[in-house]
């Protein structure tokens, strides 16, 4: 042993590699489970079986970029809303204005105004 | 005792398989070599855990060229040292650091005070800075070569030796004092 030279008044040997500390029953079979549990954890990832997590995360990486641009649109939509109401009083007025040049005009001309225009979709599709 | 190259073998066929064979032969001798160190079994048990770990996932890492022994005990050392680090709330211990660990610090119920020789040897122990601590624990504990310690804790074969014999001194003085 490497420590037989020492003359000194202390003696390795008496003690040895005796230590003052010990473990719980069955500890290394234990420490060695939760080694093995940690690891197998890791080779399974590592294996493959992680990739249904990615896809999975993918597929609501998907719908959360689906709903943000949903969310964003709407937004988009309610401020170009906000930003009419200036045209909405002139849309209005040419409206009213079209209805009082209307109501100025004799009975037969008003007749056959409705007499051509009752059927026009195109005209009917921009009122909406 | 399985030989180191059949544990590497068997880690690159089968590493689970391997793996046990490895913690078959290191996972007692990883343990106390923390234990030595950071004293307190919860700690010892957290660091031997977390070194098998490490070692389970850098394994690619090994360079033939050093002992696996001493690859072992290197980040066994690594795990120790960070455990003290952050006991202490230091970033990172060096080796050029004395760890602050002391018995009545860190002693628990595994703790076994009537062997009084032993524990005024583990106090010695205590009492040297970092390098020498590990030079002679795994001299006199784990029997490597000097080179296997020059390989663990990243210096030369020659300064282990000098760690080796300055550490022997201090305990056989601090033995032979009245130091409890």
């Known amino acids: 042993m490497k420590h037989k030279d020492m003359k000194q008044e202390f003696d390795f040997d008496k003690i040895g590699k005796q230590m003052p500390y010990n ?10 489970e939760n080694v093995m549990k940690e690891v197998g954890q890791t080779t399974e ?7 249904p997590k990615a896809k999975s995360f993918k597929l609501t990486a998907n719908i959360i970029r ?3 641009a949903a969310a964003a649109g709407l937004a988009l939509f309610f401020i170009v809303q906000k930003s009419l109401p200036n045209e909405e009083p002139a849309a209005t007025d040419d409206f009213n204005n079209v209805e009082l040049a209307f109501n100025n005009l004799s009975t037969e001309d008003q007749d056959y105004l409705m007499e051509v225009y009752q059927d026009d979709l195109f005209m009917d599709s921009e009122t909406y | ?4 190259k059949d544990i590497i073998q068997a880690v690159k066929a089968n590493a689970n398989q391997g793996f046990k064979l490895l913690m078959a032969k290191y996972m007692e001798p990883v343990y106390w070599h923390i234990r030595r160190l950071v004293v307190s079994h919860a700690d ?3 660091a031997a855990q977390e070194t098998f770990v490490r070692i389970f996932r850098s394994f690619d890492q090994y360079r033939s060229d050093c002992s696996f022994k001493a690859w072992i005990f290197r980040i066994a050392t690594n795990e120790a040292l960070r455990l003290l680090s952050r006991n202490q709330g230091k970033t990172m211990m060096s080796l050029d650091d004395t760890p602050a660990v002391t018995l009545g610090m860190k002693a628990d119920e595994y703790f076994d005070y009537s062997q009084v020789e032993a524990v005024r040897l583990q106090k010695a122990i205590l009492t040297l800075p970092a390098k020498q601590q590990l030079a002679f624990n795994m001299r006199y504990y784990d029997d490597m070569t000097y080179e296997e310690i020059a390989q663990a ?8 030796k000098v760690n080796y014999h300055l550490a022997k001194e201090r305990i056989v003085k601090y033995m032979n004092s009245n130091e409890a």
Request: hydrophobic share 40%; net charge negative; glycine share 2%.
């Open chain 1, 23 to 32: 473990v719980p029953e069955n500890f290394f079979a234990q420490l060695e």
């Open chain 1, 45 to 51: 990832a590592e294996s493959g079986s992680r990739q």
């Open chain 1, 66 to 68: 689906a709903a943000i």
């Open chain 2, 1 to 4: 005792m399985t030989d180191d």
């Open chain 2, 44 to 46: 010892a048990q957290d």
């Open chain 2, 153 to 160: 804790t990243d210096s030369t074969a020659a300064s282990a």
